[in-house]
Protein backbone atom coordinates (compact mmCIF):
# COMPACT_ATOMS: atom_id res chain seq x y z
CA UNK A 1 0.00 0.00 0.00
CA UNK A 2 2.83 2.28 0.95
CA UNK A 3 4.55 1.31 -2.42
CA UNK A 4 1.87 2.25 -4.35
CA UNK A 5 1.31 5.69 -2.58
CA UNK A 6 4.36 7.02 -3.28
CA UNK A 7 4.76 5.75 -6.83
CA UNK A 8 1.06 8.23 -7.46
CA UNK A 9 2.36 10.78 -5.28
CA UNK A 10 5.71 10.68 -7.65
CA UNK A 11 3.90 10.51 -10.56
CA UNK A 12 1.73 13.50 -9.74
CA UNK A 13 5.14 15.58 -8.57
CA UNK A 14 6.36 14.18 -12.30
CA UNK A 15 3.50 15.49 -13.74
CA UNK A 16 3.65 18.99 -11.96
CA UNK A 17 6.98 19.40 -13.01
CA UNK A 18 6.47 19.14 -16.74
CA UNK A 19 3.76 20.81 -16.91
CA UNK A 20 5.20 24.05 -15.32
CA UNK A 21 8.29 23.74 -16.87
CA UNK A 22 5.71 23.42 -20.35
CA UNK A 23 3.88 26.45 -19.04
CA UNK A 24 6.92 28.44 -18.27
CA UNK A 25 8.08 28.22 -22.03
CA UNK A 26 4.67 29.01 -23.34
CA UNK A 27 4.80 31.88 -21.24
CA UNK A 28 8.03 33.36 -22.09
CA UNK A 29 6.95 36.35 -24.64
CA UNK A 30 10.56 37.76 -24.96
CA UNK A 31 12.84 34.79 -25.62
CA UNK A 32 15.70 34.30 -25.06
CA UNK A 33 18.48 37.81 -24.10
CA UNK A 34 22.09 37.30 -22.39
CA UNK A 35 24.34 39.18 -21.26
CA UNK A 36 21.73 42.55 -21.96
CA UNK A 37 23.53 46.29 -20.48
CA UNK A 38 20.37 49.28 -21.62
CA UNK A 39 21.32 52.58 -21.09
CA UNK A 40 18.24 55.03 -21.49
CA UNK A 41 18.95 58.93 -21.30
CA UNK A 42 17.51 62.39 -22.40
CA UNK A 43 19.57 61.96 -25.54
CA UNK A 44 19.17 58.75 -26.52
CA UNK A 45 19.18 54.71 -25.50
CA UNK A 46 22.04 52.47 -25.73
CA UNK A 47 21.54 48.80 -26.22
CA UNK A 48 24.15 46.51 -25.97
CA UNK A 49 22.66 42.48 -26.03
CA UNK A 50 25.45 39.41 -25.83
CA UNK A 51 23.10 37.13 -27.53
CA UNK A 52 19.88 36.84 -28.37
CA UNK A 53 16.84 34.25 -29.96
CA UNK A 54 13.32 35.87 -29.90
CA UNK A 55 12.14 39.41 -28.87
CA UNK A 56 13.73 41.86 -26.62
CA UNK A 57 11.77 45.06 -25.81
CA UNK A 58 12.50 48.58 -24.56
CA UNK A 59 9.56 50.52 -23.95
CA UNK A 60 9.76 54.53 -24.38
CA UNK A 61 7.23 58.02 -24.14
CA UNK A 62 7.39 60.03 -26.93
CA UNK A 63 5.32 63.75 -26.73
CA UNK A 64 5.97 64.64 -30.53
CA UNK A 65 3.35 64.51 -32.92
CA UNK A 66 3.74 64.59 -36.55
CA UNK A 67 6.69 63.42 -38.34
CA UNK A 68 9.30 62.05 -36.35
CA UNK A 69 13.02 61.01 -37.29
CA UNK A 70 15.08 59.17 -34.69
CA UNK A 71 18.15 58.69 -36.12
CA UNK A 72 20.10 54.90 -35.17
CA UNK A 73 23.17 52.76 -35.57
CA UNK A 74 23.55 49.46 -34.73
CA UNK A 75 26.50 46.53 -35.26
CA UNK A 76 25.73 42.68 -34.74
CA UNK A 77 28.69 40.47 -34.89
CA UNK A 78 26.87 37.10 -35.49
CA UNK A 79 23.05 36.35 -37.17
CA UNK A 80 20.52 38.45 -38.67
CA UNK A 81 18.30 41.06 -36.29
CA UNK A 82 15.16 43.42 -37.37
CA UNK A 83 14.32 46.05 -36.07
CA UNK A 84 10.62 47.64 -34.82
CA UNK A 85 9.00 50.46 -33.70
CA UNK A 86 5.53 49.51 -32.70
CA UNK A 87 2.72 51.66 -30.46
CA UNK A 88 -0.04 50.21 -29.00
CA UNK A 89 -1.79 49.80 -32.33
CA UNK A 90 0.65 49.31 -35.01
CA UNK A 91 3.95 48.48 -36.11
CA UNK A 92 4.82 52.10 -37.70
CA UNK A 93 8.51 51.16 -38.68
CA UNK A 94 10.28 47.96 -39.35
CA UNK A 95 13.98 47.57 -40.83
CA UNK A 96 16.68 44.30 -41.08
CA UNK A 97 19.99 45.09 -39.66
CA UNK A 98 22.77 44.24 -41.47
CA UNK A 99 26.33 43.78 -39.66
CA UNK A 100 26.64 47.41 -40.02
CA UNK A 101 23.77 49.84 -40.70
CA UNK A 102 22.80 53.63 -40.09
CA UNK A 103 19.91 55.38 -40.57
CA UNK A 104 17.06 56.91 -39.28
CA UNK A 105 13.30 55.28 -37.56
CA UNK A 106 10.84 57.92 -39.61
CA UNK A 107 7.13 57.80 -38.59
CA UNK A 108 4.34 60.16 -38.23
CA UNK A 109 3.74 59.92 -34.25
CA UNK A 110 1.09 60.68 -31.73
CA UNK A 111 1.60 61.25 -28.26
CA UNK A 112 2.26 57.86 -26.14
CA UNK A 113 4.23 54.89 -25.55
CA UNK A 114 6.33 53.01 -28.01
CA UNK A 115 7.98 49.92 -28.19
CA UNK A 116 11.74 49.34 -29.50
CA UNK A 117 11.75 45.88 -30.45
CA UNK A 118 14.93 43.98 -31.50
CA UNK A 119 13.69 40.78 -32.76
CA UNK A 120 16.27 37.60 -33.76
CA UNK A 121 14.50 34.31 -35.09
CA UNK A 122 17.62 32.35 -34.94
CA UNK A 123 20.52 32.91 -32.18
CA UNK A 124 21.98 36.59 -32.85
CA UNK A 125 25.50 37.51 -30.85
CA UNK A 126 27.29 41.16 -29.86
CA UNK A 127 24.21 43.07 -30.73
CA UNK A 128 24.82 47.06 -30.22
CA UNK A 129 22.05 49.39 -30.81
CA UNK A 130 22.03 52.99 -30.43
CA UNK A 131 19.23 55.31 -30.73
CA UNK A 132 19.50 58.92 -30.69
CA UNK A 133 16.26 61.67 -29.72
Do not use: C, H
Request: net charge negative; charged share 25%; hydrophobic share 40%.
Amino acid sequence: MKTRLFLIIGTLIGILLIGATLVNVLLEKDGQAKDVTENITETGIQLSIGSLQGDYSIEIELNKEGPISLPYEALILEGEVSMLMESSEEVVWRKTISPLSKGNIEFNATPGNYKIIISAEEEAKNIKVGIYR
